[in-house]
Structure formats: structure tokens, C-alpha cells
């Protein structure tokens, strides 16, 4: 039994048994540890995702303003009488401007009421005007609108900047074969200066202040050409943020 005490005592197998142990159990422990660290990561993660979402969704401006037309009687030109919403002023431009039509059928059943530029006997453009307010369109400002155009018919907005010129986009919703929604993406918007008075454009404007625009519109830049070639306007919305005029 001396012997056999003798031998655990000394270093060797025993102590590399106990060496082992001790290894395996570091081991077993950095796995507990780096597994807790790794869903620690992951929850940060997730937390931080939402947490993003949340303020990029509490920073995304509101309505602005829509127009929608009211359901009264068709009239040429459409006149401050046919706006539905009572903080719009309207504005018509351009050659064609007289003959700016809101327009409604009886057929089909859901014919809305809108905007239509197939009489007009020159280039024409639509503006609206909120009566206390401007807008702020950086950022994630959006405008939205629900058209139908023929022929070569591209609509575009339009901008009057307070203080400054006219603007017209480059993006342009083009022909479809039904009414449908178009969304612009403001801050992908490229513009150039527009001739209010004739309804043409200009030279590109490198990147506009867009912190308070007056005025919103539309135009395709051309004149009418009955059913077959022109652009009609259901609604329209802007997203972007109320300041007040001073």
C-alpha cells in the first residue's frame, strides 16, 4: 500500500491524467462561453435591426397632402372649384392651359374623376399649392399618384422651389393600358429647370434644395392628342414634411 502511495505521488501519469481533465473541462467551458457570446451577438443583432427599422420608420414623413378631385360635373378648364381638398389652391400653366379638362364617364362604373389633357391645344401643366404651409421633400420624401397615359405620353413632376425656379423631373410614368400607381422616390429624382410660362425644359439643376418647395404639379411636356395620345391624373399624393412659409 506504501508502494502504491509512493507511486501516486509521484508527477507522471497521474498528474497528466489530472492535466487532461483540467484541459477537457477548459475546454467544455470556452465552448459554454462562445456559444452564450455568439446568442449575446445574435440577440445585439436583432435588437439593433429593430431598433433601426423603428427610427427609420418614425423618421418617414407623413402625408403632406392628397388631391383627389371632386365627383362633381365635367368642366373645361378645370377650375379651383373641382379641388376636393379645402388647404389646395390650383394653378394652371402653360399654352394649353385652358383646355385642361377634369373629365368622368358614366362607363365603366368605377370611371374616376380626373385630370385629362387630350383637348389641350398646347403644352399644359397642373400645380398645387397648400394655402399655410410648404414642404420639405429630403430625406424619404415620396411622391404617388394614380394615372393613365397614351401614346408617347410621359408625366412628370413638377416643383416650384419657394424663393426659386420651376423644377421637372426625369423619372416619367409612361403609357399603360389601365389606370395605375406610380410612386416616386424623391431623393432619386434628377430635375432640370422648367419654362413655366411654355411648359419645356431647361437645363439640369445640380442637386436642388428641395428643404421648401411651394408648389407640386405634373405635366407631360407636350400637347393633347385626344384618347389615343394623352395623360390623365386620378390623385395625387405627397409625402414630406409641414413647414411653415417664414
Known sequence: MADVARLSSKPGRPVRRKEKRFTMSKAKRSWRLSSHFKWALLTAGFFWLGATQFVVAQDRPGLFFREDWKEIPAATPVTQEHVANPDLTLSLHGPGQTTIKKSHHDK?????????????????????????????????????????????????????????????????????TDWRVR??????????????????????????????????????????????????????EVYGVKRPHN
Open 108 to 176: 365603366p362604373l368605377d370611371d374616376p374623376f380626373y385630370i385629362w389633357s387630350g383637348m389641350c391645344e398646347g403644352n399644359w401643366a397642373v400645380s398645387l399649392k397648400h394655402r399655410s404651409a410648404i414642404v420639405d421633400l429630403t430625406g424619404q420624401a415620396k411622391i404617388r399618384w394614380r394615372s393613365e397615359q397614351t401614346g408617347f405620353r410621359q408625366l412628370r413632376v413638377i416643383l416650384k422651389l419657394a424663393g426659386g425656379p420651376w423644377l421637372v423631373s426625369d423619372a416619367s410614368d409612361g403609357p399603360s
Open 183 to 236: 410612386e416616386f422616390n424623391v431623393t432619386d429624382v434628377h430635375w432640370r429647370k422648367l419654362n413655366i410660362e411654355n411648359i419645356i425644359e431647361g437645363d439640369w439643376v445640380d442637386k436642388p434644395d428641395l428643404s421648401r418647395v411651394d408648389e407640386i404639379g405634373f405635366t407631360d411636356l407636350m400637347r393633347g392628342g385626344g384618347s389615343p395620345a394623352s395623360s390623365r391624373v386620378d390623385w395625387i
